[in-house]
């Protein structure tokens, strides 16, 4: 499957896979800005997903070792959206602090299709085994 991108910078790095098989395209950031309460990091990438696909932007393992956790867990982007794909981190507090810098591969992005959602509210649920057990309900 072909996905048009574009570099908005000559700095970008075009994503690409690092092994044969992997899901996620490693993504680069080009620019770092310190906030009081984030960092952000810009890939100077942006995406044109058809329609019927969504790319989900992950940290990738090497965050274990960074004082740093995505801000909203998994980006989302649209099949609509034209922008840059942004990295935006909030500082762990751990013993050292330890970030990205502006060249490292910060995050991936993941495309995967998914289906078109027809919902139909009802006053009653199917019941199940499970029921509404929630936190903890299936044991530690």
Known sequence: MKVRFKKLSEKAATPSYAKP???GLDLVAISKTDCD????????????????????????SSISS????????????????????????????????HHY????????LVIMPYPQIELEEVLVLN???RGTGGFGSSGS
């Open 127 to 129: 019941e199940t085994v």
């Open 37 to 60: 309460s984030y960092i952000e990091y810009g890939t100077g990438i942006a995406v044109e997903l058809p329609e019927g696909y969504v790319g989900l932007v992950f940290p990738r």
């Open 101 to 108: 810098e502006v060249g490292d591969k910060i995050g991936q």
């Open 66 to 97: 960074k004082s740093l956790a995505l801000s909203n867990s998994v980006g989302v982007v649209d099949s609509g959206y034209r922008g840059e794909i942004k990295f935006r981190f909030k500082a762990t507090p751990t013993f050292h602090q």
């Open 21 to 23: 098989g992997d899901a």
